[in-house]
């Protein structure tokens, strides 16, 4: 039997926050959460706080990434020039949950989970915010592990076994606090709920314990009232890094290798938990074996599918176990927060996608305060997407050649790069037509007012010929000139509206005359017609006239 002599899972849960500032575009989601009365509190910047205080760890996690990824993670010095200032994130967390319960199906006793900690990482600009619960045991069976990875993180049942237990989920979930009792358990029997939410309000329920540790934010679909609401991005896995030290890693079987890459459950170390055929390139794609078996860091090996991160190792060596120096304190630091940009780029993104496909399906083109409200949350999606990919977006976030190398395995299972091009290319054509349709409406009333001031004009000649004024009413009484000004203004004014009513028959009528190609005929012909009297269709024609033939 394998024994895990210490065991790390972080949970890193990416949701959809909604607006609760009107049409403000930076909406500052975790002011609400601060002005709350919850067992959230803000987390002090390592990197903005006492300097006596700050570590050798913060100093290599900082300078493991570019400098660009350093300004996105820690913010600036001083002012930061304005913007957003020190950080754009903003770390919030909870102390009241201290222990978690995990209670298998049938193979396996109850386990119960140290948690390092549970955070809330909001970002400025970007309507996002990552759940991040850390826990931790010592002395696991591989399986067990294998079956944390598996089961624990789930927000809903994907279906339910015959026995009425949800399908893939741990039998109950249960947060502890200090002196263990439960403040919460998960609820993945209670078929009924998650019917009825399906039913009723189109979106997949939350687990009772999930619901819990997100207090006081509910879901956006839900009935219940809150002002922080949030929508689910993915299914019902939650992405997993995994810390996991062995006696012997070389001892483990490809069969352990592929369920801990995959997240799969566990079973028999000598069979594969899938077809030889799929697994065949499974080293190329999933496995990044730079130290493994060779140097310093002899032993370790990385697995990646997008899904899950997983660092293997020998628990005999103090440079895997070491929290300050070793790779233990290098998963809890550097390669989290390339975690952290992963997901967040990959929420990011769907978010972005989930605003434009609701922005289409709410247009109705028939009403014109909807095509207003369309045009105004196109533009703003577009002007976010520009300081999301100018602020944000990293193809690199390192040049160390580990780090560079697992964060582009990290990107390609994750599919964020075709993403984000997709992304930009939707954007891109949405901004376009959007400019394309104003200056289309431009040239329309340009062309309006061509006609209008074409006709103008040769009203102007013809009185500036005259030499004179038409009428000479400026010894007339007041009275009478007012009136023979309220006349003329009526007829200018009824004049211009006219000729803007029929200024599109008019400007046809005046490209056609301009035309040096066409007989006088066809110009004679489109003088009559742009003035003919036009009858809508469904009016009824005028009295005595004759239907047109084939009526």
């Not at 990197?47 to 990434?65: C, I, K, N």
């Not at 006349?487 to 035309?515: F, H, W």
Request: with cysteine.
């Amino acid at each position: 039997m394998t024994v895990v002599r210490h065991f790390r899972q972080i949970l890193l849960w990416p949701l959809q926050l909604m607006p609760v500032a009107g049409r403000e575009q930076i909406q500052r989601h975790w002011e609400q959460l601060g002005q709350a009365d919850t067992p959230w509190f803000a987390v002090e910047d390592e990197f903005t706080g006492d300097p006596a205080l700050f570590q050798p760890r913060h100093y290599s996690e900082f300078v493991t990434f570019l400098p660009s990824v350093q300004r996105f993670l820690y913010g600036e010095g001083g002012d930061g020039g304005g913007g957003y200032g020190g950080s754009p994130i903003r770390v919030f967390r909870r102390n009241d949950v201290r222990r978690v319960r995990a209670c298998f199906k049938d193979q396996f006793d109850p386990v119960e989970l140290s948690i390092a900690h549970v955070d809330l990482y909001f970002f400025y600009d970007i309507d996002v915010v990552i759940l991040n619960v850390e826990v931790h045991a010592d002395g696991l069976e591989l399986a067990v592990a294998q079956e944390l990875l598996f089961r624990f993180g789930r927000s809903y049942p994907a279906s339910w076994d015959e026995d009425g237990q949800g399908g893939n989920c741990l039998a109950k979930v249960e947060w502890l606090d200090g002196d263990g009792r439960v403040l919460a358990a998960s609820d993945y029997t209670d078929q009924a709920k998650y019917l009825k939410s399906v039913c009723c309000e189109h979106a997949a329920g939350i687990s009772a314990d999930w619901e819990f540790l997100l207090a006081p934010m509910v879901p956006h679909a839900s009935s219940r009232p809150g002002a922080l609401r949030f929508r689910q991005l993915e299914y019902d896995r939650m992405p997993i890094m995994a810390y996991v030290a062995v006696d012997d890693p070389m001892a483990l079987s490809r069969g352990d290798f592929v369920r801990l890459a995959l997240a799969t459950r566990s079973g028999p170390s000598e069979a594969l938990p899938f077809s030889a055929d799929f697994l065949a390139e499974f080293e190329r794609q999933f496995c990044y074996d730079r130290y493994w078996g060779v140097g310093d860091a002899a032993n370790t090996r990385f697995l990646c599918s997008g899904h899950a991160f997983v660092m293997v190792g020998d628990a005999g060596k103090a440079f895997f176990t070491d929290h300050e120096n070793g790779l233990l304190g290098q998963f809890r630091h550097q390669y989290f927060q390339l975690g952290l940009i992963a997901h967040f780029h990959k929420a990011a993104l769907l978010m972005f996608g989930d605003r434009l496909g609701s922005a289409v399906s709410r247009l109705d083109i028939r009403d014109a305060e909807s095509v207003k409200r369309f045009k105004r949350v196109i533009r703003q999606t577009f002007e976010i997407f520009l300081r999301f990919t100018h602020r944000c977006w990293f193809h690199e976030v390192s040049v160390q050649a580990q780090a560079k190398a697992l964060f582009a395995m990290w990107q390609g299972h994750l599919g964020t790069v075709q993403l984000y091009d997709s992304l930009r290319r939707e954007v891109q054509d949405m901004a376009q037509y959007l400019d394309s349709d104003g200056l289309r409406r431009q040239a329309n009333t340009v062309v309006r007012l061509t006609v209008v001031t074409t006709f103008g004009l040769i009203a102007t000649i013809t009185t500036g010929a005259l030499g004179m004024n038409l009428l000479a009413a400026a010894d007339d009484p007041l009275a009478l000139r007012v009136v023979w000004f309220l006349v003329a203004l009526g007829a200018t004014l009824g004049l211009t509206l006219y000729t803007l009513m029929v200024s599109k028959r008019l400007s046809d009528m005046l490209e056609v005359l301009s035309d040096e190609r066409l007989p006088l005929k066809a110009k004679l012909r489109a003088f009559a017609n742009a003035w003919r009297l036009r009858v809508s269709p469904g009016a009824k024609p005028p009295s005595g006239s004759r239907p047109p033939a084939g009526h």
